[in-house]
């Protein structure tokens, strides 16, 4: 599985972005997509995550209420909405496949696969 991030950019707070993440290979064997972020000298949190086949969504705390995960199964590509920006928000953004079906997948080692990131920066 191959993960191909983007839409990351220089937005102001309150602004809107919106991150794709393409994934080719073999997605059959993917179960769920997450999305997770890491600033500068911080570990990787966990964001977001969506199952494919359900759709079911999972949010950090964070993230309820102004991000919003969806995903296109015909295009095997996951999206992640996000509004209201902050400062704080200002992280790489990655994406990530995973096959198992733990649930929420909220811990990094769940996921076998990682796209490359993507750099969100929220300017004040």
């Known amino acids: 599985v191959q993960l191909q991030a983007s839409g990351g950019g220089l937005v102001q707070a309150g602004g809107s972005l919106r991150l794709s993440c393409a994934a080719s290979g073999r997605t059959f064997s993917a179960n769920a997509m997450g999305w997770f972020r890491q600033a500068p000298g911080k570990e990787r949190e966990f964001v977001a995550a969506i199952e494919w086949s359900s759709g079911r969504e999972y949010y950090a705390d964070f993230a309820i209420g102004r991000f919003t995960s969806s995903r296109d199964n015909a295009k095997n590509t996951v999206y992640l909405q996000m509004d209201s920006l902050k400062p704080e928000d200002t992280a790489v953004y990655f994406c990530?496949?995973?096959?198992?079906?733990?649930?929420?997948?909220?811990?990094?080692?769940?996921?076998?696969?990682w796209g490359q990131g993507t750099l969100v920066t929220v300017s004040s």
């Open positions: 990530a496949a995973k096959r198992g079906s733990s649930w929420p997948p909220i811990r990094t080692y769940e996921y076998e696969y």
